[in-house]
């Protein structure tokens, strides 16, 4: 049998569950630090809450399977459509503003390189029901806040910014219609990834002259697209596209996080949904995939048959920023690590080792911390207690000598420092089964 996961996916070993539950902790932590509310839903959903017609590449990716009545279900690619259901389920009793977040594993079926995996985690704060550009400044600075306390700053990585509703401004200038804004998107977000002849191609198969999807690219930020400058975009949805942005940074500053922001036209989103602000975190080097990304998505509800509700988020996968912290020398120290590792010496240690080791995971730290005790189950001697207890990262091991015992007494060895003390067990039971 082949001992690796499907192609594309992890196992948790513990060093690697270790690393996972850190991220995760980080993610966590700007969670409650910003007052969202952690939410989920299944894995598996029901398949048209994810096929939407843009062409975009997550549709494609799809995991997708019948059940055994013949029901249509796919892996969730990603978590908005669930948020999305969640909060249509909930109809008028909706609180606003509504900050909800969520850990989340996402299936794709990408091409497995750096930076992709056919499954990630993602970490997901959305807020709905706020329409100002406010909303995206706390969700931009909230993923500020998680990349600082996980020791990156401005110099490692960039969130680009742009405006869909300038873009869109753009587009309408140039010639494409709004019915096509879409699928649009969709296509110049490939700007870069995918050869100019080819988008150019693509673009002319929803109907756009090559005149129209030559400035349609230049609108996005191509430069060599058009000979002359790209379509500036007129009327209130342009002026109100730059002014928001220009709102967005004030506020960005507010919140002391405009060093790592910078608007990019280029930045467009492969995701049909988005109707606003989108942005996108980067390595400044500009060598890895991206590390999050969000955006504006005020149309989302009534996709589902919904009343529409203004809402912004992002997401932010744990593979690419693992990647970076690596590559930074930023990954904390994930070795085993336990407080208490409990050994008898022989049969007759057993009932007296087992009792203490229950006695000290009643007794937690001065914190609460519940303290971490390993208990050693089949007695041996010495060297076997030392070795399994520094295998176990233990900072204090408890041995149960014959002899120590005899008198009522245990051995308590500090592995830091070497220190032994000798303290009498009865005194040890009664005190931590307070
Ligand atoms: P997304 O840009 O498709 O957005 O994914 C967000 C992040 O998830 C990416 O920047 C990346 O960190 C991670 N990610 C995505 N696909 C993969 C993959 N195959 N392997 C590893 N990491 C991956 C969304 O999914 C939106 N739903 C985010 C959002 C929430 N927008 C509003 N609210």
């Given at each position: 049998?082949?001992?690796?996961?499907?192609?594309g996916?992890?196992?948790?070993?513990?060093?690697?569950?270790?690393?996972?539950?850190?991220?995760?902790?980080?993610?966590?932590?700007?969670?409650?630090?910003?007052?969202?509310?952690?939410?989920?839903?299944?894995?598996?959903?029901?398949?048209?809450?994810?096929?939407?017609?843009?062409?975009?590449?997550?549709?494609?990716?799809?995991?997708?399977?019948?059940?055994?009545?013949?029901?249509?279900?796919?892996?969730?690619p990603?978590?908005?459509?669930?948020?999305?259901?969640?909060?249509?389920?909930?109809?008028?009793?909706?609180?606003?503003?509504?900050?909800?977040?969520?850990?989340?594993?996402?299936?794709?079926?990408e091409?497995?390189?750096?930076?992709?995996?056919?499954?990630?985690?993602?970490?997901?704060?959305?807020?709905?029901?706020?329409?100002?550009v406010?909303?995206?400044?706390?969700?931009?600075?909230?993923?500020?806040?998680?990349?600082?306390?996980?020791?990156?700053?401005?110099?490692?990585?960039?969130?680009?910014?742009?405006?869909?509703?300038?873009?869109?401004?753009?587009?309408?200038?140039?010639?494409?219609?709004?019915?096509?804004?879409?699928?649009?998107?969709?296509?110049?977000?490939?700007?870069?990834?995918?050869?100019?002849?080819?988008?150019?191609?693509?673009?002319?198969?929803?109907?756009?002259?090559?005149?129209?999807?030559?400035?349609?690219?230049?609108?996005?930020?191509?430069?060599?697209?058009?000979?002359?400058?790209?379509?500036?975009?007129?009327?209130d949805?342009?002026?109100?596209?730059?002014?928001?942005?220009?709102?967005?940074?004030?506020?960005?500053d507010?919140?002391?996080?405009?060093?790592?922001?910078?608007?990019?036209?280029?930045v467009?989103?492969?995701?049909?949904?988005?109707?606003?602000?989108?942005?996108?975190?980067?390595?400044?080097?500009?060598?890895?995939?991206?590390?999050?990304?969000?955006?504006?998505?005020?149309?989302?509800?009534?996709?589902y048959?919904?009343?529409?509700?203004?809402?912004?988020?992002?997401g932010?996968?744990?593979?690419?920023?693992?990647?970076?912290?690596?590559?930074?020398?930023?990954?904390?120290?994930?070795?085993?690590?336990?407080?208490?590792?409990?050994?008898?010496?022989?049969?007759?240690?057993?009932?007296?080792?087992?009792r203490?080791?229950?006695?000290?995971?009643?007794?937690?730290?001065?914190?609460?911390?519940?303290?971490?005790?390993?208990?050693?189950?089949?007695?041996?001697?010495?060297?076997?207690?030392?070795?399994?207890?520094?295998?176990?990262?233990?900072?204090?091991?408890?041995?149960?000598?014959?002899?120590?015992?005899?008198?009522?007494?245990?051995l308590?060895?500090?592995?830091?420092?070497?220190?032994?003390?000798?303290?009498?067990?009865d005194?040890?039971?009664?005190?931590?089964?307070?």
């Amino acid at each position: 049998m082949d001992a690796q996961p499907p192609r594309g996916t992890r196992d948790f070993p513990p060093d690697a569950w270790r690393l996972r539950d850190w991220l995760f902790s980080r993610f966590r932590r700007t969670t409650e630090a910003f007052g969202y509310e952690l939410y989920d839903a299944p894995v598996l959903e029901r398949r048209d809450w994810f096929t939407r017609k843009a062409g975009e590449e997550i549709v494609e990716q799809l995991y997708t399977l019948e059940d055994k009545s013949g029901r249509e279900l796919a892996l969730r690619p990603e978590l908005t459509p669930q948020l999305a259901r969640l909060v249509l389920g909930m109809g008028r009793s909706m609180p606003v503003p509504l900050r909800w977040g969520a850990i989340g594993q996402c299936w794709r079926y990408e091409r497995a390189t750096r930076g992709r995996k056919r499954e990630h985690y993602q970490w997901n704060l959305d807020l709905l029901g706020v329409d100002g550009v406010e909303a995206e400044a706390e969700l931009i600075a909230a993923m500020v806040h998680c990349m600082r306390s996980m020791g990156l700053g401005p110099e490692d990585v960039v969130l680009r910014v742009n405006s869909r509703r300038l873009l869109g401004a753009r587009l309408a200038a140039a010639g494409v219609g709004a019915a096509q804004f879409e699928p649009v998107c969709v296509l110049v977000d490939k700007l870069g990834k995918v050869p100019r002849e080819a988008l150019l191609e693509q673009l002319g198969g929803l109907g756009l002259d090559e005149q129209t999807a030559r400035c349609a690219l230049a609108a996005a930020g191509d430069e060599g697209a058009l000979d002359g400058p790209a379509p500036e975009g007129e009327g209130d949805d342009a002026r109100e596209g730059r002014a928001s942005l220009d709102r967005l940074f004030e506020r960005l500053d507010d919140y002391g996080v405009a060093e790592w922001a910078a608007y990019d036209p280029k930045v467009v989103r492969g995701l049909s949904y988005y109707t606003g602000t989108v942005w996108e975190a980067f390595d400044r080097k500009g060598e890895l995939r991206a590390v999050a990304g969000g955006g504006r998505y005020d149309r989302l509800l009534s996709v589902y048959g919904g009343k529409d509700v203004p809402a912004a988020g992002f997401g932010f996968g744990d593979v690419v920023i693992v990647e970076l912290l690596e590559e930074r020398g930023l990954l904390p120290d994930t070795t085993r690590q336990i407080d208490e590792y409990v050994a008898p010496f022989g049969e007759d240690g057993l009932a007296a080792a087992t009792r203490l080791a229950t006695a000290l995971r009643g007794d937690p730290f001065e914190d609460g911390t519940p303290r971490r005790v390993e208990l050693q189950i089949e007695p041996g001697g010495m060297k076997k207690a030392l070795k399994l207890a520094a295998r176990a990262g233990a900072r204090r091991a408890w041995l149960l000598t014959p002899s120590e015992l005899a008198n009522g007494q245990v051995l308590r060895k500090d592995l830091e420092t070497g220190e032994q003390t000798t303290t009498p067990l009865d005194e040890l039971l009664q005190a931590r089964a307070r």
